[in-house]
Each structure stands twice: as structure tokens, then as C-alpha cells.
DNA sequence: TATTGTTATACTCTATAACTATA
DNA sequence: TATAGTTATAGAGTATAACAATA
């Protein structure tokens, strides 16, 4: 009557892609928390600092919509940031409601010190897929974000 | 030199698992709630239905486990169910520490009308792939987290 | 009127540790 | 000594609405 451990039944869960995404992002960021012991900065904090990196002048609420990050929350955010000194925001002469944002020379290096830190975590396959599947999952995951021009391909 | 929105450079985000893997959940529980309106219960709920359903008798750590939700946490979910009515524990005999959850008739009763509403959308590959590409990324996923064997496949 | 960013508030989820009762 | 579940507390992330400045 009693379930084992290790031999559940996943029932509809297993078909559900809501519920694999949820669980294999929850493993994802397990594996990089270990695989990083504090060398990285938050996963949030590290993805905006890459986002300014490679769209320098990107408007704040472009990039939290992009990131999916609520306008208020983005706020908080990029104040903490520009008090590390990482960050600076500037005021476009065409829209000064508008706050356009710029990686400061140590925010380069601190994004070009995480991201190398990152980088080879993140490019491994990890442990239960071959390489190809993880470049198929990876591809994936771009067409179901519509995301399929990225940075650095032709 | 400001960048504009739609055609943003993901730079190294776009391939990173983990990055993808987060905006790609938070899009699917979008999708979930816009198309629910409320006509289902929460997604973490409805999974401890659907798994103390498909498996009954499972015990409360095996299931935070299996979930990966916090021991600490699991059991305020559970005490919320139980007093919705849809959930009950009990202790088995050969470890009185444990407690050993199952469906009331009415959890069950939830447990299906639940699902059978969240079904169709669930079942329907997003708008942005293929049903091929969703299910080889179902698959994908279901590697990744090492979930190959489930419920309703032989 | 609508939009950009800000502030304030509350709520959920999460993380941690100390606690009990059993094993 | 280790484990299952509980309680308490604090923190991060998120959602919401009201607001000021600008378009």
C-alpha cells in the first residue's frame, strides 16, 4: 500500500510541462549552487549584469520584461547594483521618463570574472544527458522562448 | 547604442541550461494561470494531489523529496489540505515517526476535477513548438531529471 | 491618457535551526 | 546517534496598487 522511494508514480505530472520545467529548474539551479559555492553572484544578478554586457544602453523595463522580472523588483535590483558600483543608469535625451543602463569598468570585470567562473559549469552536459541531448535541450528551450537568434552564432 | 526590444543579444544566457530552464518555467506557469483563471488550484497543491493520488500511502518526506519542497514547508501544505478536507495522514504501525498520507473521497473528487480541467491545456504543445518538438522535449526533460519511468507508459 | 520608474505593502516560497518523538 | 515531522524566524522573490514625472 505503501509508495517506495525511487519507484513513484508520476501520473499525469510526468507529461506535464509546467511540472518538468519546474522541477528540472529547481535541479539546474542545485547544481549550480554547488558547483559555485559563493565564486557567483546570485543567478538574478549575474543574468542582468550579462544582459547590460551584451545591450549596453538597454532600458531598464526592456530588460525586465525580458527577464521576466517585475518593473518594481527590477528597481531594487539595479539600485543594488549600482551601489556595488557595477551598474550606472542615464537619462536619454528623447524620453526622460526613461533610465538607460550601462555596465560601469568594474561591472565589466566583475561580469567577465562570473561568467568565466560560470562558464564551464554551464557548458557541460550535465550527468544524465549525452552532450547531444543537452545541445538539443538547450534547443528546445530556445523555440518554445522564441529565443533563436542568440548571441554568438552566424 | 541603445538596444532595442525584440531583438535583444542573449550573449551567453542563451546557452545556458539553467537560464533557460528558469525563463522557461516562468513562462509555462504564465500559460497555466492565464488559461485556468482560477479554475484550478495552485500548481504545488495540485501536484501533492496528483502524487499522493498516483502513489497512496507515500510519506511525507519521500513526497517533499520527490517535489523538492522543503520538509519545513511540506507539512504546512499538508495541514492546509487536511483542513480543506482532501487529505489525511495516518501513522503506520512499523514507524511511528512517519505519516503516511492519502486522498480523502473529496481530495480525490478534487484530484480529478482538477486535472481533467488543467488536461487539455497541459496536453496541447505551446504555441511556439511542434507536438513532435514538445514531446522530445518532454522527453528531454524527463532524462534530465532522471523521471524515464512513470505513470502511464508500459 | 498612457508610460517609465519609484515607493510601499503584503504574501508566498524558501532557508535554517532548534525541538519532539521515535528508531 | 540518526531520522520524521514540527515549529519559529528570517529572508528572498513576487504581486499589487498608488504615485510622480514625462510623453
Known amino acids: 500500500m505503501t509508495a517506495?522511494?525511487?519507484r513513484l508514480d508520476w501520473g499525469p505530472l510526468g507529461d506535464s510541462l509546467g511540472f518538468l520545467l519546474r522541477l528540472a529548474q529547481l535541479e539546474a539551479f542545485e547544481a549550480y549552487f554547488a558547483a559555485?559555492?559563493?565564486?557567483?553572484?546570485?543567478?538574478?544578478s549575474l543574468s542582468i549584469l550579462l544582459m547590460v554586457r551584451g545591450n549596453?544602453?538597454?532600458r531598464q523595463g526592456?530588460?525586465?520584461?525580458a527577464l521576466r522580472i517585475?518593473?518594481?523588483?527590477?528597481t531594487k535590483?539595479?539600485?543594488?547594483?549600482?551601489?556595488?558600483?557595477l551598474l550606472r543608469g542615464s537619462v536619454p535625451a528623447d524620453d526622460r521618463r526613461a533610465i538607460e543602463?550601462?555596465?560601469?569598468?568594474?561591472?565589466l570585470a566583475e561580469a567577465e570574472r562570473a561568467w568565466s567562473a560560470v562558464h564551464a559549469h554551464e557548458t557541460a552536459p550535465p550527468a544524465t544527458l549525452t552532450a547531444e541531448e543537452a545541445a538539443?535541450?538547450?534547443h528546445l528551450l530556445r523555440r518554445y522562448l522564441s529565443l533563436q537568434e542568440h548571441g554568438h552564432e552566424p
Open 36 to 44: 559555485m559555492e559563493g565564486a557567483a553572484p546570485l543567478p538574478g
Open 136 to 138: 538539443q535541450l538547450r
Open 101 to 107: 543602463l550601462h555596465l560601469t569598468p568594474a561591472g
Open 4 to 6: 517506495p522511494e525511487g
Open 62 to 65: 526592456v530588460l525586465a520584461r
Open 70 to 74: 517585475k518593473r518594481a523588483h527590477m
Open 77 to 85: 535590483i539595479v539600485q543594488s547594483l549600482e551601489q556595488a558600483g
Open 56 to 58: 549596453p544602453g538597454i
